[in-house]
């Protein structure tokens, strides 16, 4: 790293919404995504889709990783999706969603505008990859 | 009109997504960043900065996140700027003091954004003066800047703030640390979170001993450096000429020790009491004017000093880049001395001309 690093460093804000106590997922990926040279900030336990929303905006985060273990993404994830929009920020923000979802809900949640859904068993390397490619050009 | 002129009309409308977009802006320097922060000096100086740091888990966050809902109670609007490190070889940051602000959550008027220590030669320093422009242009009252207070360059980030409170947990090390020269020197206010734990007392005491060995030494009293500019500030009501004694005895400001419980809560409007009496202390005793000129003398150094950086960097490419020179060293043609005066000659050349033709027209 240069003296004066500067310009951008891709900010990703990863998510733990709703009921779903289990973080030991988000906090692997979130280290792992600040080894790659990312940004990140992690929301926390028990967050409403509200919660992810203002973080998200007010981060100006290029990247939202929602992760849910608990099957309620069918109803969390399109509240986050129009709380985005609300703010004007859903078209670049690359959403992702970790975690256990079903193959009959991921259309659903790709029309949302989910880009990815990452099951159990996705390498790390495989998500870094595909933030890298994908991250917004602002 | 051009998008960040647009940007600029949205964030003083009031868009959250604006200043979020503008601060991403100068975070990353992006190009017309420097454009934009000028533009935003007409309408910033109103906002009241406070600087909060201290150790590794002495509770800032929480002491931040419960300041940042007493003040929302009391209807004003907060800005708060949590600073986190980054990685030194990747460059990563996890930024993860947002967890511990949730009494406000839901509320778009407080806005926390993260920041994690991305440039270095002053550049987060930079940033975080820019951040709070930005955020204090956007309208907001309380503007609270929370960082790591680990190192020197933290030093230089609170000295952004108008007021710097330093929390001191208790039991964090005998008399001598507090004597150590450091993040002591740099608080108008200290905290002594969760005090309702062992040594707490200890802690107050140990702290009340070392403000009272520094009274009267300079150190604690008036250590931003009073004199008697003017001040600009809406609050300053004139120079007191009437009684000089005034002025001597509002020039000494002897930071008063709070005790709080951050979870709880307690003792927050203590210290919201105590930053508001050093707000005050710094108008009336001209010490907010003095230290505005000293900031901005220091923004105008940085901003100088990156211009001519960037020159150089064009020098040197001029001439075939900074390795080839590096070569010459190792292979013992030349020495780094030699080759910062050569490249420099045309510089300063131009420089002393520019001042002989001044001088030539007067």
Request: aromatic residues 4%; hydrophobic residues 40%.
């Amino acid at each position: 790293m240069s003296s004066e690093q500067q310009g951008e460093s891709i900010r990703c804000l990863v998510a733990k919404v709703g009921l779903d106590g289990h973080d030991r997922g988000a906090h692997v990926i979130a280290r792992a995504f600040r080894d790659a040279g990312f940004e990140v900030i992690y929301s926390g336990l028990h967050r409403a889709p509200d919660e992810i929303v203002q973080a998200a905006v007010q981060e100006d985060v290029d990247v939202l990783g929602i992760s849910i273990l608990s099957g309620a993404h069918d109803t969390l994830v399109p509240k986050i999706m129009s709380g985005l929009e609300e703010y004007g920020a859903k078209d670049d923000t690359l959403v992702l969603v970790g975690g256990v979802v079903p193959e009959e809900d991921r259309e659903n949640l790709k029309a949302e505008g989910v880009s990815a859904i990452f099951g159990p068993g996705t390498s790390i390397e495989e998500t870094i990859e595909f933030v890298r490619e994908n991250a917004p050009e602002r | 009109m051009t998008g960040d002129e647009t940007l600029l009309e949205d964030l003083l409308a009031g868009e959250h997504r604006a200043l979020a977009r503008v601060i991403s802006k100068i975070e990353n320097r992006a190009p017309g960043h420097r454009e934009l922060v000028s533009a935003l000096y007409a309408h910033a100086g109103d906002a009241d900065v406070i600087g909060v740091t201290g150790s590794p888990g002495a509770g800032k966050s929480t002491l931040v996140d419960k300041l940042a809902e007493t003040y929302r109670e009391r209807g004003e609007t907060v800005g708060v700027i949590a600073i986190d490190p980054s990685s030194p070889f990747t460059g990563g940051a996890v930024l993860g003091d947002r967890i511990r602000m949730a009494s406000t959550v839901g509320d778009m008027d407080v806005f926390v954004r993260s920041m994690s220590a991305r440039g270095t030669l002053g550049g987060l320093s930079t940033a975080t003066a820019d951040a709070v422009k930005a955020m204090d242009a956007f309208g907001k009252d309380k503007i609270i800047i929370e960082t790591v207070g680990a190192g020197q360059n933290e030093i230089d980030i609170v000295r952004t703030a108008d007021t710097v409170a330093v929390l001191v947990p208790p039991g964090s090390g005998d008399d001598i640390q507090t004597l150590k020269a450091g993040i002591l020197e740099i608080g108008d206010v200290f905290v002594v979170n969760k005090a309702d734990r062992d040594g707490a007392d200890r802690t107050v005491q140990e702290l009340r001993e070392m403000i009272h060995l520094g009274e009267g030494s300079g150190f604690g009293s008036g250590h931003h450096g009073a004199d008697e500019i003017t001040d600009h500030h809406p609050d300053w009501d004139g120079p007191d000429e009437t009684d000089g004694d005034t002025a001597e005895v509002a020039a000494d400001w002897s930071p008063p020790i709070v005790e709080t419980v951050a979870t709880t809560a307690t003792g927050i409007d203590d210290l919201i009491d105590e930053f508001t009496a050093h707000q005050t202390y710094l108008v009336d005793s001209g010490t907010h004017a003095a230290m505005a000129r000293q900031r901005y003398a220091e923004e105008i150094r940085t901003l100088l000093r990156e211009d001519v950086h960037a020159i150089l960097e064009d020098e040197l490419d001029r001439v075939g880049g900074i390795d080839d020179l590096a070569d010459a060293v190792r292979a013992g043609e030349t020495d780094p001395y030699t080759i910062a005066d050569e490249l420099l000659e045309p510089v300063e050349a131009c420089v002393s001309e520019l001042g002989t033709d001044s001088a030539g027209t007067e």
